[in-house]
């Protein structure tokens, strides 16, 4: 297994998460590894990118301010932090691992998902 997410869960309006992701083998060498998320009928969008120094981070303009990427590399780990998460942030979540950028056709290694439920 190359990713695997935890971290997923229930939590109300205005609480926090955080994801992880651990990498194994060519998957956490990759120059990028971020984080996208699918919600019920809705496409798979990019949440979140950082490169493989953690020097560059990016985000998805729905989540800027209030989640937080960060990787630990003696770890080969990659977290998302999340903070005051709304309804419509109701997705499962899956961490990706490739070239770095927010197209998903940019990630070679994807893991399997971890679902996180916002309720109102």
């Known amino acids: 297994v190359q990713l695997q997410a935890s971290g997923g869960g229930l939590v109300q309006a205005g609480g926090s998460l955080r994801l992880s992701c651990a990498a194994s083998?060519?998957?956490?060498?990759?120059?990028?590894t971020g984080w996208f998320r699918q919600a019920p009928g809705k496409e798979r969008e990019f949440v979140a990118v950082i490169s493989r120094s953690g020097g560059l981070t990016a985000y998805a303009d729905s989540v800027k301010g209030r989640f937080t990427i960060s990787r630990d590399n003696a770890e080969n780990t990659v977290y998302l932090r999340m903070n005051s998460l709304k309804p419509e942030d109701t997705a499962v979540y899956y961490c990706?691992?490739?070239?770095?950028?927010?197209?998903?056709?940019?990630?070679?290694?994807w893991g399997q998902g971890t679902l996180v439920t916002v309720s109102s």
């Open positions: 990706a691992a490739g070239q770095y950028g927010s197209s998903p056709t940019r990630y070679s290694y």
């Open positions: 083998g060519r998957a956490f060498s990759s120059a990028g």
